[in-house]
């Protein structure tokens, strides 16, 4: 890693951290105390930690073991260790999906508005604490696929165990997207690399999902036959609820635009540079039509499901919008400084609208959570 990678990487976790940390100590989630719960549950050996009518089944393990790691090394509360656990794992991991875009694209800083909406994610409200971690962890692992795809013959044995690293973590926090998704990306890789190294990444994905839930440990088969039945519970036999076709389209919007624009630049392919390799297009628009073919059909759907194929469109959307700038010519600028500083702007402005409506909505959740323009409103009466 370079010093700009680690720098990047350094200021993007710090900013991160405090925004994640804000957010879930003001902001709360869907099931966060259930999800504290079911940490002590497991550290003192209650029963409970088998109910699947609760948190038991997704899996969560990563969530599980970090609150409890934080519960015994600071001696919070539960709940206070859950916060604390996914303030510090969100912002690892989003601090990691900045520099990889950054080494992706090294002369493209497309990687400053992906952290910041990553960072303020305005869907944060609708997620669960595996919903959270979950989808940032497929950030990741499909920018890593996008590396190993472009840059195959200098991949080394460490990008393939990161990769499976990456995986294992994810499958370990939500099960079954992530399997979708493993299993959709290892097929892709195997047209660059080759089965050996496909098999590695998938055994390293297995061996980090067993290592990290602790239900692996002691009853695997029983455990892997109770995921299979959580997910039949969710999508088949829960009781009935389906969202409304402007909610879907209100928690899509981003994706909407950032896949037209990949439309654009296939069908423009002989006018405008390739950004993303159509193979690796290809493999995110098979992902798109499953995940909301599958839930959109389901018995049972929650706007949660949605988030990691949203939050991988819209990590992509600055790439798009910057590539689309970097090929504009306006004729009344007569120098090519004036192109260039012009420019320049554009990625300015683009970037402060993308960051900005997010914060926007962060600020003012925060002050309808403090109760501050009501309060003000008394004041001035």
Known sequence: MTRKALLVFLGIFIAALLIQGITWTELR????????????YVATGDVQQFDATRAYGHPGAPIIDGTIFVNKIFGLPYFEALVLFLALSNGLVIGSIAVTCHILRPKNLWWVPVAG???LNRLYEYGSPPSVLAPLLLVLLSLLTLWIYENHSRARSIHYFLWGITGGLATATRADISTLMIAVFLFLLLWKTNLRKVFVMGATAILTFITVNPFMWYMPITHMKDLVEKAAYHYAEFEPYHIPLATVLNISSFLIVSMVLSFCFLLLQKKLPQV??????????????????TFLTAHYQATRYFLPIIFIWETFLP?????????IHLDFLKTQQGQVIARRWMYIIISALLIGLPLAMFINALLLDYGLFYSSFLYVR
Do not use: H, K
Not at 29 to 40: P, S, V
Not at 287 to 293: C, K, N, Q
Not at 319 to 327: A, K, Q, W
């Open 29 to 40: 989630l869907i099931d966060d105390y259930m999800w504290a719960n079911q940490a002590e």
């Open 117 to 119: 909406m990553l960072a």
């Open 319 to 327: 790439l798009f919008l910057f590539s689309l700038i970097g090929e």
């Open 276 to 293: 993303l390799p159509f193979g690796f297009l290809y493999a995110l628009y098979i992902l798109t039509a499953i995940v909301y073919a």
